[in-house]
């Protein structure tokens, strides 16, 4: 074997691997859409890549849990509401990540806007007609989060905001991190 074709062999293994190690690991930009753990979806856990503790096992223990703040009762419509999604599991853990949906209770669709108020800490990404906030790289330092819920301007039902969240040990791999759910209902307005 000549020197260039070992060259090009060596750089395409190289390649394959850091490509794998890429797939292999977390995501610190933020998870695909559809992880939020609502309306039959995965989440990180259940989809099999941060799943070395059972879902919910932080709560379960007493190391933390997953808070939904700033949804009313009851939604007044084309109200801008602040949100703020805390992971409290902060001991022994370095980044943070979380994914939250709103739809309507009874369809499924997607119910009001989610506004990030900073782009470098959140996200907006779209699947099905869901929109999806979620954390990004830049955002991954803190365990708070924080942007606005436009509600519906016409009362379509009931709503149902479900979210998953990670309180990772940031070695940027999916071993060792603990994952969270939570939900929350608002009523139409009457």
Same mark, same amino acid.
């Given at each position: 074997?000549?020197?260039?074709?070992?060259?090009?062999?060596?750089?395409?293994? %190289?390649? &394959?691997?850091v490509l794998f190690?890429?797939?292999? /690991?977390?995501?610190?930009?933020?998870?695909?859409?559809?992880?939020?753990? =609502?309306?039959?979806?995965?989440?990180?856990? +259940?989809?099999?890549?941060?799943?070395?503790?059972?879902?919910n096992a932080g709560?379960?223990?007493? $190391?933390?849990?997953?808070? %939904?703040?700033?949804?009313?009762?009851?939604?007044?419509?084309?109200?801008?509401?602040? %949100?703020?999604? &805390? *992971?409290?599991?902060? +001991?022994?853990?370095? *980044?943070? =990540?979380?994914?939250?949906? /709103?739809?309507?209770?009874? /369809? =499924?669709?997607?119910?009001?806007?989610?506004?990030? $108020?900073?782009?470098?800490?959140? +996200?907006?990404?779209?699947?099905?007609?869901?929109?999806?906030?979620?954390?990004? $790289?830049?955002?991954?330092?803190?365990?708070?989060?924080?942007? #606005?819920? *436009?509600?519906?301007?016409?009362?379509?039902?009931?709503? %149902? *905001?479900?979210?998953? =969240? #990670?309180?990772?040990?940031?070695?940027?791999?999916?071993?060792?991190?603990?994952?969270?759910?939570?939900?929350?209902?608002?009523?139409?307005?009457?």
């Open positions: 074997m000549n020197v260039t074709r070992l060259g090009a062999s060596v750089t395409g293994l %190289i390649g &394959v691997w190690a890429v797939v292999a /690991t977390a995501y610190p930009q933020g998870p695909d859409p559809a992880v939020s753990g =609502g309306f039959g979806e995965p989440t990180c856990n +259940q989809s099999g890549c941060h799943a070395a503790f059972p879902l709560r379960n223990d007493g $190391l933390g849990d997953l808070l %939904i703040n700033g949804f009313p009762e009851q939604f007044e419509p084309g109200k801008t509401y602040p %949100i703020e999604v &805390v *992971v409290s599991h902060t +001991q022994d853990r370095s *980044v943070w =990540g979380f994914q939250l949906a /709103t739809r309507i209770a009874g /369809t =499924g669709a997607q119910a009001g806007e989610l506004k990030p $108020l900073d782009d470098d800490a959140t +996200q907006v990404l779209k699947a099905g007609g869901v929109q999806y906030i979620e954390h990004t $790289l830049d955002g991954i330092g803190s365990n708070t989060f924080d942007f #606005n819920w *436009v509600a519906p301007t016409a009362a379509g039902g009931d709503i %149902i *905001v479900n979210a998953a =969240g #990670n309180a990772a040990d940031g070695d940027f791999g999916p071993d060792g991190d603990y994952i969270y759910t939570s939900s929350v209902e608002v009523s139409a307005a009457k």
